[in-house]
């Protein structure tokens, strides 16, 4: 993702608080009685405001590269 945000020119200051904000996620996993602490490597926030713009560029960009490398299907 960050390779794409720079491809399309987003500030690198923006790009670093993008990937400060993912970085180093957990969460809480209760089982029974015992509660631990886990690593999230990959996916999003849930709720984050930023996901929808995030997607967009995503999708466009491999989008894109359906039609520059003629790859994808018609529906």
Same mark, same amino acid.
């Given at each position: 993702?960050? +390779? =794409? *945000?720079? +491809? =399309?020119? #987003?500030? &690198?200051r923006d790009r670093r608080i993008i990937r400060? /904000?993912?970085?180093?996620? %957990? %969460?809480?996993l209760k089982i029974k009685e015992s509660k631990?602490? @886990? @690593?999230?490597? =990959?996916g999003v926030r849930q709720g984050c405001n *930023? /996901?929808?713009? /995030?997607?967009? #560029? &995503? =999708?466009?960009? @491999? #989008?894109?590269?359906? +039609?520059? &490398?003629? %790859?994808?299907? +018609?529906?």
């Amino acid at each position: 993702m960050m +390779k =794409i *945000l720079k +491809k =399309i020119k #987003i500030d &690198y200051r923006d790009r670093r608080i993008i990937r400060e /904000l993912y970085k180093h996620q %957990t %969460t809480s996993l209760k089982i029974k009685e015992s509660k631990r602490e @886990a @690593a999230i490597r =990959i996916g999003v926030r849930q709720g984050c405001n *930023l /996901l929808p713009f /995030l997607f967009n #560029i &995503y =999708i466009e960009q @491999a #989008i894109n590269e359906c +039609k520059e &490398y003629g %790859t994808g299907m +018609k529906v």
